[in-house]
């Protein structure tokens, strides 16, 4: 049996809608994420905090939910954390996409099966929604942030380009442009639908 967590890392927030705190604009974006991966069936749900994000972590985490304390809001600390807890395959996810599809999470774990990494994209502002890795995370896997990331520099270091596969692209929001985006008709992010009056 395949052990798999998907893990939150709470990313730097640089914006927020007008009107809105932004420390509670990451708080409802975080939380909508978390509270989709804790519904997942096929793999534990867990938190990385970098410094100073240990007590938004605790205010978001479901109970019994692990938190990992990362030094860096970056990948690689956060797939040494899973694997030193014994898991067998890490997703990585960024905390800015309130309403991301499980299903789109479960694509980006699928290719682990013949892929030593897989990278979801984060659509058009760029960098990446998650990255998935089997574990440990193989040597040549450079650490990097999921702002600036793509799937090419990902495969810059690979043995073959085939060792990093790239799955469905999911936006985050980033900006205004990616706020107007938003699905009312999409269901979940209940926190982000209530800070923005809907």
Do not use: C, F
Request: aromatic share 4%.
């Amino acid at each position: 049996m395949v052990r798999r967590v998907v893990v939150t890392l709470l990313v730097p927030v640089p914006w927020s809608p007008p009107g809105v705190d932004l420390r509670a604009w990451r708080a409802a974006l975080a939380e909508d994420v978390v509270d989709l991966l804790a519904r997942l069936a096929a793999a534990d749900a867990a938190i990385a905090a970098g410094p100073g994000d240990r007590e938004l972590a605790d205010e978001i985490a479901w109970p019994g939910m692990k938190i990992y304390d990362v030094p860096s809001p970056t990948v690689l600390p956060v797939l040494a954390s899973a694997a030193a807890d014994g898991y067998d395959q890490a997703a990585v996810i960024a905390a800015d996409a309130p309403d991301v599809p499980g299903m789109t999470l479960g694509k980006l774990l699928q290719p682990l099966d013949t892929r030593a990494v897989a990278v979801a994209p984060g659509g058009p502002a760029g960098g990446l929604l998650g990255v998935a890795a089997n574990l440990p995370a193989p040597e040549w896997l450079l650490d990097h942030d999921l702002d600036t990331a793509t799937p090419q520099r990902l495969r810059r270091t690979a043995p073959a380009p085939g060792e990093v596969t790239s799955t469905a692209q999911w936006r985050r929001l980033r900006g205004p442009a990616e706020l107007a985006t938003l699905d009312p008709a999409l269901e979940g992010w209940e926190n982000t639908r209530a800070l923005l009056g809907g």
